[in-house]
């Protein structure tokens, strides 16, 4: 047996023996009392009775342990033309400052933080200081609209917002403030303060008694020690989408989280303490969560912060730049930036300006990696490429080729085996229980437990927690996604069973788009899918039914329908089609077949089912696709 199958054997038959050894890599105020408390299944919780604080295991720690004046966090922006290092005694200094400042706000252990920044390094800071004295974060993406925001605040109920002036986008700069001024004046719930960072590109008016300027409020205040938590508290919430418009309140806590992502830097990312690593991604995304913060802090490494897209910011090198300026041992974005970056430089005449002899390997997750796009950047870059796979909800990843174990040979297509901890079973669809033998397709389920760092719950929502991933499947997890395992034990990731959809690396609910559409008052009925796109993976595809009477101009509608969707839920939506049609294929029980418009806009062959209502609306479909220039050449 190789190193990586005692360890995964090891993790599932004595899950207790095989974490509490990982989390020797945690510094502890108290250890457990229970490494697993298994008592009320299907809620586990990792090292019951646990006392320490994670901002103390990503910061001050390694201070003590000698690493104050190496690199703990570099920002790169090339939409501002800045590059600035903090050593970890300056970060820490810097977060516990802020952390003081939080607290003589009133913020205390337990308090909801809600942060709406860009990829500045304060995003990091105050989630950090957050931490640091036991406050639950929520961090919502730049690219969501007021609308989703105040759903978060009314679930999360903060007391404090903290946000920057504004974001930078290629050739717009965005007003944040306004966006959460509209957000507060929705939600029911209202934060007591505002902590706005002023960026020099966009000043935000601020509102006498409730803002507060950050620098301000900084300068004042005095620097304040880590607040030990329990293992088992909130570190915290991060909305995601689920199968409504309505996000789920993804719970973190501290202990599992830590123990978890700082065994992940080693044995899936093969990083050391001092090396650097550069996730590409934004602090809004559980990528951005775990890999840009925590995990490479909470290991000693050097972490970066990218403000910048892969193209475009000045140029398809940016990348390469980076890793060259920073010595970047490992990189983790999601294939979209590849495909971006070969769409502008497909012979990779960039690639070849720049050195690359720190740089090991390319690590990819968020959507299914194609082949393709494997190909090209191996051939390119001269390095592993190695697709992982995982959700918001495990924080990390449950499919990989554990790089720190040995490279295994990669299979295209697969995300490799299964991460120790995770006990992945390929479940038949039709009964809910019974597995599919190796290369049947089924739904992919975790068996519980499932390791430390995955969500023990969602936000002051067990009974949600219950049903969206519990109730089916007894016993499991149910990850949302099917595949199927080949004769060498390989995973295979081939698609949602939901409504989920990914576009660009972004995870979407097409559920949420068409409860948009609905409020148009012209609308009778409406469906969204996702189709294929050669840049973005997916993008959204609205159909409309209008009300009897409507004879507006179909164009003038379609484009109220389009800039509804980015008003509510925002640019990040990507919602930039919309068909009207006569009517919707439906079953004769009235179930729309998205699955088979999917299939038409994508110019895939499809059957259509015996319970088809009236197979003439196929033929209408396909022509109004047609007519819009569906399936793409
Ligand atoms: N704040 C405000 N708006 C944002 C935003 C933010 N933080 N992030 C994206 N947007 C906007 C974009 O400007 C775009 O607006 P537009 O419709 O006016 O053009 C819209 O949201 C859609 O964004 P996106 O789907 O990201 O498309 P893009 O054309 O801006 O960029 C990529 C395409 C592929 C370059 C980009 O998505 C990318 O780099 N993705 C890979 C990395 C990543 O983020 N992965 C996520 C998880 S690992
Ligand atoms: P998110 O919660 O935003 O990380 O999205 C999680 C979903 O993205 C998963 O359930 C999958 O559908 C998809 N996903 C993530 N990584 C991969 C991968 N490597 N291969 C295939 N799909 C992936």
Not at 285 to 313: D, N, Q, R
């Amino acid at each position: 047996m190789t190193s990586y199958e005692k360890d995964y054997q090891r993790s599932l038959e004595d899950p207790e023996a095989f974490w509490a050894k990982a989390a020797e890599g945690i510094s502890w105020n108290k250890t457990w009392d229970r490494v697993l408390n298994a008592d009320n299944p299907p809620f586990y919780r990792w090292y019951e009775g646990a006392e320490m604080n994670t901002c103390f295991n990503c910061l001050d720690r390694h201070v003590e342990d000698g690493r104050g004046d190496q690199n703990a966090l570099i920002y790169d922006s090339p939409m501002t033309g800045q590059v600035k290092s903090y050593s970890y005694r300056e970060l820490t200094d810097i977060v516990a400052r802020f952390a003081g400042a939080l607290a003589g706000q009133g913020i205390k252990r337990g308090d909801r933080v809600l942060i709406y920044m860009p990829m500045v390094p304060e995003a990091a800071v105050a989630m950090l200081a957050c931490a640091r004295i036991g406050a639950i974060h929520s961090v919502v993406f730049g690219g969501f609209a007021p609308k989703e925001l105040a759903t978060r605040i009314d679930d999360a109920k903060p007391v404090a917002i903290i946000a920057a002036s504004c974001g930078l986008e290629p050739g717009r700069t965005i007003a944040y403030k306004p966006l959460i001024d509209g957000a507060i004046d929705m939600s029911a719930h209202k934060p007591k303060s505002v902590i706005i960072l002023q960026r020099p590109e966009c000043e935000a008016e601020m509102t006498p008694g409730r803002d507060h300027d950050w620098r301000e409020l900084e300068a004042a205040a005095a620097p304040v020690p880590c607040t030990p938590v329990l293992a088992t508290d909130p570190l915290y919430i991060l909305y995601t989408s689920g199968t409504t418009g309505v996000p789920k309140g993804v719970v973190r806590d501290n202990g599992g989280h830590a123990v978890a992502l700082r065994w992940s830097m080693k044995h899936v990312y093969n990083i050391n303490p001092g090396e650097v690593f550069w996730a590409a991604s934004d602090v809004g995304w559980v990528v951005g969560h775990s890999y840009i913060v925590y995990a490479p802090l909470l290991h000693g490494c050097t972490t970066i912060m990218f403000e910048g897209k892969p193209v475009g910011t000045p140029d398809a090198g940016t990348f390469w730049r980076v890793i060259q300026d920073h010595k970047v041992k490992a990189l983790f974005t999601a294939p979209t930036a590849f495909r971006a970056i070969r769409q502008q430089d497909p012979e990779g005449e960039f690639i070849a300006k720049y050195d690359f002899s720190d740089f090991d390997t390319l690590f990819l997750a968020g959507e299914r990696a194609d082949p393709d796009t494997i190909i090209w950047a191996q051939d390119q870059l001269k390095v592993p490429v190695i697709d992982h796979w995982w959700q918001t909800e495990t924080g990390w990843a449950i499919g990989a080729n554990c790089m720190g174990y040995g490279m295994k040979p990669v299979k295209l297509g697969s995300p490799t085996l299964p991460v120790p901890g995770y006990d992945i079973r390929i479940i038949n669809e039709e009964d809910g229980k019974t597995e599919m033998k190796r290369g049947e397709i089924g739904v992919i389920a975790v068996k519980l437990p499932l390791p430390p760092g995955s969500l023990p719950t969602l936000w002051q929502n067990d009974e949600g927690f219950f049903k969206s991933y519990m109730a089916d499947i007894p016993g499991y997890y149910k990850t949302g996604d099917a595949g199927y395992i080949d004769e060498d034990g390989y995973l295979f990731i081939m698609a949602r069973t939901d409504d989920i959809i990914n576009v660009a690396g972004h995870r979407l609910s097409t559920g949420g788009m068409e409860e948009v559409l609905a409020s148009h008052r012209d609308v009778a009925e409406c469906a969204v899918i996702g189709i294929q796109d050669k840049l973005k993976g997916q993008i959204p595809m609205g159909f409309v039914v209008l009300n009897a009477g409507v004879n507006r101009p179909a164009g003038e509608i379609e484009k109220e329908l389009v800039a509804l969707v980015r008003e509510k839920i925002g640019p990040v939506a990507a919602f930039k089609i919309a068909l009207i049609v006569k009517r919707l294929p439906k079953t004769r029980s009235g179930k729309i077949l998205r699955g088979v418009m999917r299939k038409i806009a994508d110019g895939e062959a499809y059957n259509a089912p015996a319970t088809i209502d009236d197979p003439a609306i196929l033929t209408e479909i396909t022509e109004v696709l047609a007519a819009a220039g569906y399936p793409a050449k």
